[in-house]
């Protein structure tokens, strides 16, 4: 391998590192927040591809009907519990938030979808789009277990990807697709030359990272979201909810699914089951950052990117065990590294 | 598990004989003979199956064999152990590579082919083991899930195994001249084996090492302060599910005939955990359970899906799979043998009856000092918790150690116990340093201590909790367990532990499970387990906390018992009453140091104590 | 009418019963105090008037039932609890951690600025530390934090479980002195304290809770009058071991109404 082939190999894995970076930031987010180590994120990233692809394409996305479906379930569940505990006061919130609002997502996309719309129109319809999914997933299959153990919402959490991935060939098909790249610029640093989307990419996962940096350092929202996070009772003592701070968590580490999964459709080939590995991928780059911390996570997504970049080169079959594998020394690391208090598996 | 649910699950695998008996449930339970009867009768019925149900039925029956070897790995490993594994598909897949390449490349016997599948696998399982099971909770499974996926790639990737066409045409397995190719002889050998493994399986469970195992999910400081090394009893159980997994995969392949990547990657991963976790994780029956919910699950819907949704693609298919799957984990948490075996009868069990009591330590002469706290020091970050700190407990006294809240009594317990380290100052027990030893040596060493916030394992029975304490005193290790072949000492440490519940006051009703005891009676249950380890030095952590006066009076009189025959005693307590009425000596600390230590009426009118223990603003 | 109200409220943890049928009542404006043992049910107590547990009997609060109301929403009108392990947001800083208190009323920021200073001219010391992180602080300091970020929200009863816990007996002293200063402030306290003389000395009226039981209680300086009392839990005076009294006659020391 020669320096020009390392450098390549460098940029391309800096691009890929960039896009786990946001994921995998949504991924701590939700889990910090929620405890659930939310596996079917990556599935969330590529809903959103799909649905720009359908959209250039002029056919109705399904994540519309899906939404609206999944609204649907929602509002059943939220409302008949409301009735249950005799709160039929916030039977009109529930029915606003849980229906009227993802109704209005899904109807805006599925009307839209006919219409020859610039690219940016596109873009944000297919991140809202997808954005009302996870916070409504949240509230059918994971706050009725919401004192269960972070093993058994994990277990939940895989099972609820096979679901969607399956539900993501009912909608989308099981065609890979690449959407219209979104800028043909391209760059030079000396004798490298970057693409417009590399660039792009990048610039967009440091923007985002850095919005999240100061959401949570200067708004209410942002700390009652970071003291969720840091102690759920000391949270509930200053009267914040967890299941709402969950919900926003949820919206949060959507829309940064969303964008990473608009970042990646043009430059790598998309289908309907990609999201697992995309999830995976940027999973070990949350672990690697210790699953709580921010720019800890932030580096390993980069190092996952380089990683798996530096693998596909010696060989492209054997680049997902080298990038698995690499996770257990790095595991076993963090075990020793951490001090454990004592955790108990009780049942 | 405890024994009951044992068997219970037992009487599950009676079927029908179980069920005749269910209507007189009331009645003190099933007699022994009435089970074996009932087991005989679910053997002949199972093996009698081939001969009226369509071939079609028999197939599926293998299968269902299958899955529940792997399925019984997950039951040990994740109900028993605690461990969540999505791996074990992987295990299943590495056997099912070994034995297919062996016996197509190399033209090796298949019973070559499954001893090479049993090394190969229970290797790689020591050291996938021993890199990852020092991880807590959701980073160890998250750690199978990693490996899991990385093997499950490779086996798509090495040349040698055929990339992803995988490798066909493996020989049938053989019987001396008998060739056991097609369905019914498969069916034959692979109930065989998983009769075996569940019988091997529930023995283990009941013996010492399965009591350890046991142990496990109640954290790994209450094993160590028993003597139990819980990391190898985790590794055990580890390479334990993992040979299971590899007779699943050998049978796989030697049934399929052929091996391709697919069925042993991710989803299968998950699919053996929904087995383990419908059947009911902590149930080995489960394992059956689960396996058969699934697999006729999986058929049920493959054959009815285009019937109800005609024209609906067939991954939605997964879809319902899954959304089943969520719904059922919402709902019932525990499984579906735990549900059932309410409705079963138990197997009557008699008390143990005396025996050769097990062997003894020599305790220490009355007043010599047995245990010597020479100016301990112990920080935490920037706070002195424990600050110089000696003191000395002479044998046959009973001293206590007392502080208001917050005085650095918990943190001397724990330095006493091994469960914390010291930074400064030694610690010596019956002459040797302890301070330096890991809890389960200190333990092993005579020290037995009881907890504050109990730590009993409430579905185990009380039997089985004081049988846990005298682990350290028995030999019977994996193998004669699992073939019960040290029944001599169990029945002596049975007898002995029966004693020491009697001793207590709980003699009356062994089969009760601990957590159905009110606090107080689960005081003493830990004291009686303490008690099993014959220790020379009993340490109790506010052994009267939460106690009624009446319980507080009996607990005195047990400790003075104890006393009476040269136990020596170290209790912390807050509970000033309790103390003074019972204690030869008394240790009083304030932040961190020893303000004060003598006899009971010298501490009382101590004015240092009195102000520091029990307070005042002005 | 009483500020809060507890009718034979019960907490069970398993086949462990915690809490066996307390009542008691508080006033505005009064502090009361229940000491007892370890293990005696006094968190478990707080822990169900906060709706942190399940539990059985009546929990009335400003006359409203507590039945459906979740944590909350108890919050929100003016119930706060400061547990024993205080429960701070550790890697966040002094500031945050008084900012968040002020969550439950969502104030405008001039309001929020307002209460800060008059947190801060309570106890000097967090202004000091106010961009230091919680878990750096000492335990005294840690404990004015959690008192701290409890006033911010405004509380009309506040509930203190052990609030001497682990603290040098000078800073007993001046969590104690805090707490007297907050009556006066119109704030009404249910304190939960095993230092018990310091507790009743503080106190307007007190209870005796063992073993999940109310054993004993009426006004605070006739507590500390109590033979039974001074033995088991403030010491001195009688000799041990104290007999046996029956629980009609412990009750009939001083009577509530």
């Known amino acids: ?347 | 598990m405890s024994s009951s649910s044992l068997s219970t699950v037992r009487d599950a695998v009676a079927g029908g004989g179980g069920s005749t008996a269910a209507a007189s449930r009331d009645s003190a339970g099933l007699s022994p003979a009435a089970y074996r009867l009932g087991v005989i009768a679910a053997v002949a019925l199972l093996a009698l199956a081939p001969l009226v149900v369509q071939s079609f039925t028999v197939t599926l029956l293998n299968y269902i064999g299958v899955y529940s070897l792997a399925a019984l790995g997950l039951v040990l490993l994740t109900g028993i152990g605690g461990m969540v594994s999505f791996g074990q598909a992987a295990f299943v897949g590495v056997a099912a590579y070994a034995t297919a390449w062996l016996t197509t490349r190399h033209a090796a016997s298949p019973w070559l082919g499954l001893a090479f599948a049993l090394v190969v696998t229970g290797l790689l399982a020591l050291v996938l083991g021993a890199l990852t099971l020092r991880l807590k909770g959701h980073f160890l499974s998250l750690g199978t899930l990693a490996w899991g996926l990385s093997i499950s790639f490779l086996f798509g990737t090495v040349e040698g195994l055929g990339n992803f066409n995988g490798i066909s045409q493996i020989p049938p397995v053989s019987l001396g001249p008998v060739l056991l190719a097609g369905t019914v002889p498969m069916f034959y050998l692979i109930w065989s084996v998983v009769a075996l493994s569940l019988l091997l399986a529930a023995n283990l469970l009941r013996s010492r090492m399965g009591r350890a195992m046991r142990v496990l999910r109640g954290g790994n400081i209450l094993a160590e302060s028993l003597g139990i090394d819980a990391f190898r009893i985790r590794l055990a159980l580890f390479v334990i599910a993992a040979l299971l997994a590899a007779l699943s995969g050998w049978l796989e392949a030697h049934l399929s005939r052929y091996v391709s990547p697919t069925p042993y990657g991710a989803g299968p991963g998950i699919e053996y955990l929904m087995m383990a976790i419908i059947g009911g994780s902590g149930t080995l029956f489960g394992a059956v359970v689960g396996a058969a919910v699934i697999a006729l699950l999986k058929n049920a819907v493959q054959d009815w899906f285009p019937v109800l949704f005609p024209g609906a693609p067939g991954q939605l298919q997964v879809v319902a799979f899954a959304t089943l799957f969520i719904l059922f984990l919402q709902r019932s948490r525990d499984g579906l043998v735990p549900a059932l075996a309410r409705f079963l009868p138990t197997v009557r069990r008699s008390v143990p009856p005396p025996a050769a009591p097990l062997a003894r330590r020599a305790q220490p002469t009355r007043g010599e000092v047995l245990l010597s706290v020479d100016g301990v020091q112990r920080r935490f970050g920037g706070l002195v918790a424990v600050n110089g700190v000696s003191f000395d407990v002479r044998a046959g006294e009973i001293v206590a150690l007392i502080g208001p809240n917050g005085a650095g009594k918990s943190t001397m317990f724990n330095l006493l116990t091994g469960a914390l380290k010291v930074n400064r100052g030694r610690v010596i027990f019956a002459g040797e340093e302890i301070s330096s030893l890991p809890q389960r040596a200190i333990a092993r060493a005579g020290i037995a201590r009881t907890f504050q916030h109990l730590k009993l394992r409430p579905h185990m029975t009380l039997l089985d909790n004081v049988l846990l304490g005298a682990h350290p005193r028995l030999e019977a290790g994996l193998v004669a367990g699992a073939l019960t072949l040290r029944r001599d000492e169990e029945a002596r440490a049975r007898a002995e532990a029966m004693r020491l519940l009697e001793r207590v006051g709980l003699g009356d009703r062994p089969f009760e499970r601990a957590g159905n005891l009110p606090l107080g009676n689960q005081r003493v249950l830990e004291i009686a387990r303490a008690l099993a380890a014959d220790p020379a030095l009993l340490v109790l952590d506010e052994p009267a906390a939460g106690l009624r006066r009446q319980e507080k009076t009996a607990l005195a009189d047990l400790l003075r018992s104890l006393r009476a025959e040269n136990l020596t005693v170290l209790l912390v307590e807050h509970d000033m009453e309790f103390v003074m009425g019972l204690c030869d000596r008394i240790v009083v600390m304030d932040f961190g140091s020893k303000i004060a230590e003598g006899r009971p009426e010298a501490i009382r009118n101590d004015a240092r104590v009195q102000e520091a223990y029990l307070g005042g603003v002005v | 009418m009483p500020l809060l109200e507890i009718e034979r409220l019960e907490v069970s943890y398993g086949r462990i019963r915690a809490v066996q049928g307390v009542s008691l009542t508080v006033e505005a404006g009064q502090i009361a105090t229940v000491i007892g043992p370890n293990g005696a049910g006094k968190t478990s107590m707080l822990s169900a008037v906060m709706g942190l547990c399940p539990a059985r009997g009546r929990v009335a609060y400003d006359g409203m039932d507590l039945r459906d109301m979740d944590v909350e929403e108890r919050v929100e009108r003016g119930l706060c609890l400061v547990p024993e392990r205080r429960e701070l947001f550790g890697e966040m800083s002094v500031a945050d951690n008084l900012l968040l208190g002020s969550f439950p009323r969502r104030p405008a920021r001039a309001v929020i600025d307002r209460g800060l200073e008059e947190v801060f001219a309570r106890f000097p010391r967090l202004k000091e530390r106010r961009t230091q992180r919680a878990d750096t602080l000492s335990g005294g300091e840690r404990q004015m934090l959690a008192l701290g970020r409890a006033l911010m929200s405004k509380p009309r009863l506040l509930m203190l479980d052990e609030p001497s816990l682990g603290l040098a007996p000078i800073v007993v002293r001046e969590i104690f002195v805090i707490i007297a200063a907050l009556r006066e402030a119109g704030v009404s306290i249910l304190l939960v304290e095993q230092n018990a003389r310091a507790a009743l000395q503080t106190a307007d009226v007190g209870f005796v809770l063992e073993t999940g039981e109310l054993v004993s209680q009426g006004p605070a300086a006739a507590l500390l009058d109590d033979p039974r009392l001074i033995a088991t839990y403030l010491g001195g005076a009688e000799p041990l071991p104290i007999p046996v009294r029956s629980k009609s006659s412990t009750h009939s020391i001083v009577d509530m109404s």
């Open chain 1, 1 to 347: 391998m020669d320096l020009d082939i390392a450098t390549l190999l460098m940029v391309d894995g800096i691009t890929t590192g960039a896009v786990y970076v946001l994921l995998a930031i949504g991924m701590v987010l939700i889990f910090t927040v929620t405890r659930v180590i939310f596996v079917p994120f990556g599935d969330i990233a590529v809903y959103a591809a799909l649905t720009l692809s359908a959209l250039e394409a002029k056919h109705a996305p399904g994540t519309a009907a899906l939404v609206a479906a999944v609204a649907a379930v929602a509002t059943l569940m939220e409302v008949t519990s409301l009735l249950r505990h005799g709160k039929a006061r916030a039977v009109p919130r529930a029915l606003a938030f849980y229906l009227a609002l993802p109704l209005a997502v899904s109807g805006t996309v599925w009307a839209a979808s006919g219409t020859d719309w610039p690219m940016p129109v596109r873009i944000a319809l297919a991140i809202v789009a997808v954005l009302p999914l996870a916070p409504l997933l949240d509230r059918i299959v994971f706050r009725p277990v919401a004192d269960a153990s972070v093993l058994l919402l994990m277990i939940i959490a895989v099972a609820l990807h096979f679901a969607l991935a399956g539900i993501g060939l009912l909608c989308f098909g099981a065609e890979g697709v690449r959407t219209q790249p979104l800028t043909e610029a391209a760059l030079t640093f000396g004798d490298v030359l970057v693409s417009g989307q590399t660039a792009l990419i990048v610039v967009a996962a440091a923007s985002f990272s850095l919005l999240l940096f100061l959401f949570f350092n200067h708004t209410l929202t942002g700390k009652a979201l970071h003291a969720t996070a840091v102690n759920r009772l000391g949270a509930r003592l200053v009267a914040i909810r967890p299941e709402r701070a969950g919900t926003i968590a949820y919206l949060i580490g959507s829309l940064l699914a969303a964008i990473s999964g608009v970042l990646i459709a043009p430059v790598t080939t998309i289908f309907y089951d990609s999201g697992f590995l995309l999830g995976l991928f940027a999973f070990v780059g949350a672990i690697i950052g210790g699953l709580t911390n921010y720019p800890g996570t932030a580096l390993g997504a980069l190092l996952v990117g380089l990683l798996g970049s530096y693998a596909s080169f010696f060989s492209s079959s054997f680049k997902e065990v080298i990038v698995f594998a690499a996770l257990v020394p790095v595991l076993l690391w963090r075990s020793i590294a951490t001090t454990h208090s004592e955790e108990e598996i009780e049942e």
